[in-house]
């Protein structure tokens, strides 16, 4: 018995150490909200960590935040799908999918980062990449949309 | 009774003629599910007609269709959505909304384009720019496409 509530114990431990730094692969942000896309190109400030072609998805609590000028409810997802940014013949496309970054929002489990998760996943094999420090300094950034909700996409007009 | 009869029969002649001429504004297009997009530049045989960013949506039948291998059921609507490209310190976002293009799926109003009504909407007012001519003239282009429906985008693997 007292094996039994110890193992218990360490379970409920370690599952409540990982769902503190945890940030689920958002599966089904494909049939999300597009907010906008963006092409970064060579040069960019931000064109080793995301550079290519990205679109950005926002789950239904995430629209809702958008809309309320970036107040988000726990709950909210919002998805940057990464590609390789293929330039061709006078035009742009998509090329390889690069990765899957993920701000999700959970006031309680995120109270470090203001409320905001992140997360970097490869897009075939779903392994998240970031760690706790990484996660931080993509808040670092972040920080200065504070007064829209953390998040720098809007919605277009 | 007769000169009711005789309005009446005028009546359905006259939304029936504008039926078969008409695509609708795709009005909740932008909660439709986003298959691509795309930016095409200046040299680009399109730049004229479609040049800037673009995005496809699908609607659920259109979507359907898609993942159909391009067997596209009548009420399927597929829009590309195109914006002002904007090029600016190593980066492409989207500027003004240059224009709302529609393919809509309707094999009898549409029978003399092999089912697929083409228009192209401005933006702001809605207004249609298309007359038959010209949508004939989309279809030309996109017949190349029979086996994939007339269809040139593809959803993503």
Request: one cysteine or more; hydrophobic letters at 45%.
């Amino acid at each position: 018995m007292k094996r039994t509530l110890l193992a218990c114990l360490l379970l409920t431990a370690a599952w409540g150490a990982a769902a503190d730094s945890h940030v689920a692969f958002p599966t089904t942000y494909r049939g999300d909200f597009h907010v906008k896309s963006m092409v970064i190109q060579q040069g960019h400030p931000l064109f080793e960590a995301v550079g290519g072609m990205h679109h950005l998805y926002a789950n239904k609590k995430a629209l809702a935040g958008y809309k309320a000028g970036g107040k988000f409810a726990d709950g909210a997802v919002i998805t940057f799908d990464l590609f390789e940014a293929v330039a061709q013949d006078n035009a742009i496309a998509e090329g390889a999918h690069k990765a899957v970054l993920v701000m999700a929002r959970d006031s309680r489990k995120f109270k470090a980062t203001d409320g905001w998760g992140y997360q970097v996943f490869d897009p075939k094999t779903r392994k998240a990449s970031l760690d706790a420090k990484a996660a931080a300094e993509c808040h670092a950034c972040h920080l200065q949309q504070k007064d829209k909700g953390f998040v720098f996409s809007a919605l277009r007009d």
